[in-house]
Nanobody, 125 residues
């Protein structure tokens, strides 16, 4: 079992920055794929960014050049640095984790068993 706890959400104006954190209950970064998802009201989960056990990252097109995913192995913490935020980035943000499986897609929410409770990000214009 893995417990994930997000923090760092808040309210900012467009163009501002936030850094989200996701603390894992044990060390998993050497084997698990990690990801950030978001869900806006009335919408489904969207994959935002991912990082695998080798440190390879991937991003949704709508955040490329603005968001950066990273891990601190010593702190068992996953981060999402969000810059140049836009009102359309407003959503609940979740971190997710699981062992990678053949054929799985990083941005498919059903491919992750472990989820945090979410942290709200609100961007005003």
């Amino acid at each position: 079992q893995v417990q994930l706890v997000e923090s760092g959400g808040g309210s900012v104006q467009a163009g501002g920055s936030l850094r989200l954190s996701c603390l894992a209950s044990r060390y998993i970064f050497s084997t698990y794929r990690m990801a950030w998802f978001r869900r806006a009201p009335g919408k489904q989960h969207e994959g935002v960014a991912t990082i695998d056990s080798g440190g390879t990252t991937g991003y949704a097109d709508f955040v490329k050049g603005r968001f950066v995913i990273s891990t601190d192995h010593a702190k068992n913490t996953l981060y999402l640095q969000m810059n140049n935020l836009k009102p359309e980035d407003t959503a609940m943000y979740y971190c997710a984790a699981d062992l990678p499986r053949l054929g799985s897609r990083w941005n498919a929410d059903y491919d992750y068993r472990y989820w945090g409770q979410g942290t709200q990000v609100t961007v005003s214009s």
